[in-house]
Each structure stands twice: as structure tokens, then as C-alpha cells.
Nanobody, 117 residues
Framework: QVQLVESGGGLVQAGGSLRLSCVAS????????MGWYRQAPGKQRELVAS???????NYADSVNGRFTISRDNAKNTVYLQMNTLRPAATAVYYC???????????WGQGTQVTVSS
């Protein structure tokens, strides 16, 4: 069992920055992908950024160049640095851990990010 706890959400003005953190605990193992997803009201959950334990990263086109995902494997923590935030970024942000073996697909409880115009 893996548990994920997010923190760092809040209210920020357009153009501002926030840093989200997600701490994983439990049976984490190596060879996993940790990522951040978001879900705005009335919309489907979408991938924002992901990072493999080997260091590969992937970003949604809408955030590329403004958001940065990083991870500290020793602390089992993944971060999402969000710069130049836009109102369209307003959503609940969820941390996710995926692993093929042993299989895991775990979500955190979510943290609200609100960007005011």
C-alpha cells in the first residue's frame, strides 16, 4: 500500500507562483512514475507533469516552460513548481504514483489551486 499526501495549494494572483509537494509513504519501491494531474470543475482530470524514478520528465503542452516537476527519491517526495500562473490553472491538483511491479496506481487527496485574474 502506498499513501500520498499533497500540500502547497492555495490562492494566488495571475502571474504568481506556487510550489506543490507530495510525500509518498508505504510500499513505494523503485521503478515508479510520479506525476501531477489536475481537474477543473466540469472537466476531465488531465496530466500536468510526470517524472520517472530514472529522471525522465513529461509535461502538458499548456504548462511546458512554466511548470517544473522534480523529485527527491531519498525523501520519496515529488514537487511541482508552478510559475507565471494563469486563471486557467485553477483546479484541484492530484499527485499520482504508478508502478508496474508490484502494481500500484495511487492518488492523493488533492490540493486546491486557485489563480485569480
Amino acid at each position: 500500500q502506498v499513501q500520498l499526501v499533497e500540500s502547497g495549494g492555495g490562492l494566488v494572483q495571475a502571474g504568481g507562483s506556487l510550489r506543490l509537494s507530495c510525500v509518498a509513504s508505504g510500499s513505494i519501491f523503485s521503478g515508479n512514475t510520479m506525476g501531477w494531474y489536475r481537474q477543473a470543475p466540469g472537466k476531465q482530470r488531465e496530466l500536468v507533469a510526470s517524472s520517472t524514478s530514472g529522471g525522465s520528465t513529461n509535461y502538458a503542452d499548456s504548462v511546458n516552460g512554466r511548470f517544473t516537476i522534480s523529485r527527491d527519491n531519498a525523501k520519496n517526495t515529488v514537487y511541482l513548481q508552478m510559475n507565471t500562473l494563469r486563471p486557467a490553472a485553477t483546479a484541484v491538483y492530484y499527485c499520482n504514483l504508478r508502478r508496474s511491479f508490484p502494481y500500484a496506481n495511487t492518488w492523493g487527496q488533492g490540493t486546491q489551486v486557485t489563480v485569480s485574474s
